[in-house]
């Protein structure tokens, strides 16, 4: 039985038996403990497709066919209950806000169109080494002095100020305003 159970994986025929051989079983066994036709339809189909990863593990001294069959299809049930639980939270979360009405909606694209340049400010940033950004960050964003950064990343205030030179050059050659970064 155990050589029969390793085989079902790349055996489509052997698969084919097995399946046809329990799946009213495991159908038997997730209709006992979910009310709705199409979920214990999904999860017979993923109960089957976990089989196929891990029928290596069917260990025939430990129990039947039917018996390992069951603790896949538990488990499979486990996992569903625990993502629509998730699921659930999520939507009572999401649901527990209010709606955007036109004129919310209207003020958020006129921020975010204003924070275009920030945007891409920031991606230009992320492609600068760590140290420069660090200190572009610090300087510009943060509004720390160039001592003061440099006494946060642990460096020395000229090392500072040629890092923030560094960056400003790097971000210089952008096709977009750099307001309070170049300066």
């Known amino acids: 039985m155990r050589r029969q159970q390793a085989k079902i994986a790349p055996d489509f025929a052997a698969f084919e038996a097995f399946y046809r051989r329990h799946v009213d079983a495991v159908t038997r066994?997730?209709?006992?403990?979910?009310?709705?036709?199409?979920?214990?339809a999904d999860l017979v189909a993923e109960v089957f497709m976990a089989v196929l990863?891990?029928?290596h593990t069917y260990r025939p001294k430990l129990g039947s066919e039917v018996a390992w069959l069951y603790g896949v299809a538990r488990n499979t049930l486990s996992a569903e209950r625990r993502r629509a639980f998730r699921e659930s939270q999520l939507t009572a979360r999401a649901s527990g806000r209010r709606q955007l009405n036109e004129d919310d909606i209207a003020r958020l694209e006129e921020r975010i169109d204003a924070a275009r340049h920030s945007r891409q400010a920031l991606q230009a940033m992320a492609g600068l080494p760590d140290g420069?950004?660090?200190m572009l960050e610090l300087v510009v964003i943060d509004q720390l002095s160039v001592t003061e950064a440099a006494a946060v990343l642990g460096i020395q205030p000229g090392a500072a100020k040629v890092r923030l030179h560094r960056a400003r050059r790097a971000l210089k050659a952008l096709p977009f305003s750099m307001e309070g970064i170049s300066g």
Not at 29 to 40: G, S
């Open 29 to 40: 066994f997730l209709a006992r403990r979910v009310d709705d036709p199409h979920t214990v």
């Open 53 to 55: 990863d891990s029928a």
């Open 132 to 134: 420069e950004r660090a």
